[in-house]
Structure formats: C-alpha cells, structure tokens
C-alpha cells in the first residue's frame, strides 16, 4: 500500500491521481496529460514537492494557511482534542468543551454586537447557513416575503448550489442550474478592469449606487440582505474604492438591509485588522468565518451573527445544521490558531512589518513594464498584467492566456503566485518576514521577465482593441 511517508515515484503517484482523482475546478484530462505538481511537506512559508523543490508559497495554500506550515502547537491541540474526545454533535440539546471555548472567544475577537457563532465545516456551508439565517429572521419577525438576496458579479462566496448562487462567477452558474431563486448580481467595484475613464472614487460611488437601484426595483420590503467580500479575493483581489463601502452601508441602513461580509479570506488579519470589515469601516450583521480562522489546519468556518438576529433565531426552531458543526479537534485547532495569533501580535506584525515590506515590493515590481499597478490591501494582493499600462488594456487574445503564462514562470522559479484571468494574485501566510518578501520579489521578477520575453517572441503583447 503506499503510505504517506513512504510513497511511489511522482510519475507512478501522477498516473494514480489522474486514474482516480477528480480535482476541483480542473479540467481533468488536461491535468492527467500534463501530471499533477505532487506537495509532500512544508515547513513555515516553503512547500517541498515530490521532486525536492522547495517553493515559495505566495498563496498560503488557499488562503488559509495563516501561520504558515509546521505549528507543532496546532499539531498538539489537535492530538490531545482527538485523544479527549474525536466527535460529538452539537444537535439534540448537547455541547462539548472546544465549541463552548472557540464560540465564546470569537465573540470576544467579533467587533460591536457579534457575539453569536454557527458553525459549519467550510465557508460554503457558512454562506448556506446565511441564505436560510436570513431568510429565517425575516420570516419570524413576520416578513416572510423579505427573502431577496443582492451580491455581486464576479464575488466569490462558495461551490455548494446556495453559496455558488450567491457567488457571481457566471461559468459556475452555468453548470447545475444556478443561482437559486431570489439571488440578485450588481456590479464589482472594480475600477481597474471596469472604471474607464471614471476616478476611483466616483466609480466606486456609481457601482454602491447600482444597489439602491436593485433595492428600489425588487422594493426593500422584498430584499433580506446584501452580502459582498470586504476585498474581493477569487475574483482577483479587487480593493474597492474608498468610498464604496461607506456608501453600501449607509443604503443597507437605509432601507433596512441585513448586511453580510464574508470575511472567509479577509478575517484573522488578512487585511491588517482582525476583519475586513474593520479595514472597510462597516458594520455588519453577520460575518461568514473559516479558511484563517485554523489557519487550514483543520476544515472549520461559520457565521458569526448580531445579537439582534441571534435573539429571533434563537426564539424558534432553526431547522438546519450539520454533522461537524462546531466539530471538536477542528475547534481545538482554531482555538489554539486564535491564540497564537493573539500572543505573537501576528496582526500588528502584519500591519506594521509585512504590509509595508510587501507594499514597497510590489510596487517596485510595477515598474515592470508588463504590471498595471498594484491592488493590495494588507497581505491580499493583485497585479494586473497588461500590453498598455496608461490605458490599462487587455491583451488582445482570451483573457487569462497571459496569466497562465506568468504562472507557469512563476512556478518554474519555485514561486507560487496564481492567476485570475490576467491577475497576478499574492496571499502569503500572515508570519511571512522581510527577507521571504525580498526572495518572493526576486523569484516574481524573474517569473514577469521571462513572461515578457515570451510574449515579445510570439508577438502577443497587443492589447484587445
Ligand atoms: N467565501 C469566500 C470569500 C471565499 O474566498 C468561500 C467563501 C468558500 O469557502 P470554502 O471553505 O467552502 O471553500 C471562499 C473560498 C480561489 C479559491 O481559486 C478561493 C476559495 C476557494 C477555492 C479556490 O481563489 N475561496
């Protein structure tokens, strides 16, 4: 049997994986013809492959990995959680230790009147809890019909059929007849990609505004809530303008509106505060929770809810949950990532050490005649590639060729830096230093010459006309 330790040859574990492993958000046979990258060990911001390379992990696997790899703390917490007690529920009238502990911590970290926690097992499941938390409080205080759901083109908010629905990515919505009845798409605050000829501020004025006008359309006694990311991170880390945010905020109030963040990337210090929405200023009612909130160590999300909603929720029956909702090794493991991260200041290390370090890279790597400017809001950040800085033109030929191209230099330097369509996107763990920085720009750099050089040789630094 191969075991984890002691595994076949890459090439003999690739014909496995592509025998029997279908992969999420792949195209399977692409994958099987070229082999998957096999990841054996990692160790603080460094993954080792199958083949030895050591590789810079600028995406923190997803996201999550928060405190980097290799806490023996979390390895520990979750040993001793599974020795005490593996599983139990959390229906029928029944509680356990770590739930009881992580639920009332979070309440503590959640600013204003947050102080209420569902849990699931993932961000989409947590985004599922909401469309029916939502839908259910309204339904109690005896507005059924307040059930509309407004979100955002191309906002990420899961893959499960509610929360992809919620989601704006419109290839998802074509597979599996999504979105569900009742959810609703504005524009993104996108000014790079979107804004024209518009300043920043006034577009990000103009795309708050196109929620008013969907309110006013649906009619507000018909709209339950408004749910966006703080800083878009699937779609491209898009760090709207300043005046966005205050403006979405001040029309929730309006026309009374549950306003939901999903904070599944930006919590836990992402953005150099606990929330995003403490970066954006806004308060809202509910706050979707997982990736960082283990740092990925263990599968764990939830919604932290007001103690408004909480108080009519909790007055009736809630008929939903699931089987690892508040699971107790997942919830030692996020108790204890909570703790570290209050007790190494790992959010002031990012405000004060790591943003700025990044900050000052990324913005030299924007001299780099293939970058656009740079979008970065703490440690979440994206460069936009493009043939024509000035007019921030797309390239000429399908949108994401470019990218994908950069990745793959990236990757062939041992750098891990995604794509979306012709974004370059970065999302270290949290503890990365300033000399890790100065490594992820040489290893960037040379991954956007080579890009450079590539496109100059196949002729397809045009922009789109
Ligand atoms: N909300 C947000 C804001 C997310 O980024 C989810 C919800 C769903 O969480 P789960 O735990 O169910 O995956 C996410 C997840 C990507 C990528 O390609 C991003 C996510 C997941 C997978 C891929 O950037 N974000």
Known sequence: MTTVSNHLPTAELQALDAAHHMHPFTTNDELAAKGARVITRAKGIFLTDSEGNEILDGMAGLWCVNLGYGREELVNAATRQMRELPFYNTFFMTTHVPAIALANELAKLAPDNLNHVFFAGSGSEANDTNIRMVRTYWAQKGQPEKSHIISRKNSYHGSSVGSGSLGGMTY??????????????????????????????????ARAQELETMILDLGAEKVAAFIGEPVQGAGGVIVPPSTYWPEIQRICDKYDVLLIADEVICGFGRTGNWFGSQTMGIKPDIMTIAKGLSSGYA??????????????????????????????????????????????????????????????????????????????????????????????????????????MCRERCFANNLVMRHVGDRMIISPPLVITEAEIEEFMRRANKALDETYTALKDKDMLKAAS
């Open 172 to 205: 998802m919505h074509a597979q599996g007849g999504l979105p569900i009845p009742g959810i609703h798409h504005i524009g993104q605050p996108d000014w790079w990609a979107e804004g024209g000829d518009h300043t920043p501020e006034a577009f990000g004025l």
């Open 299 to 404: 599968p764990i999300g939830g919604s932290i809810v007001s103690d408004e909603i909480a108080e009519v929720i909790n007055a009736g029956e809630f008929n939903h949950g699931y089987t690892y909702s508040g699971h107790p090794v997942c919830a030692a493991v996020a108790l204890e990532n909570l703790r570290i991260l209050q007790e190494e200041n790992i959010i002031d290390h990012v405000r004060d050490v790591a943003h700025p370090a990044l900050k000052a890279g990324l913005d030299k790597l924007a001299e780099h005649p293939l970058v656009g400017g740079v979008n970065l809001s703490g440690l979440m950040g994206s460069l936009p590639l493009t043939p024509h800085k000035e007019s921030r033109a797309k390239f000429a030929g399908q949108t994401g060729t470019v990218g994908y």
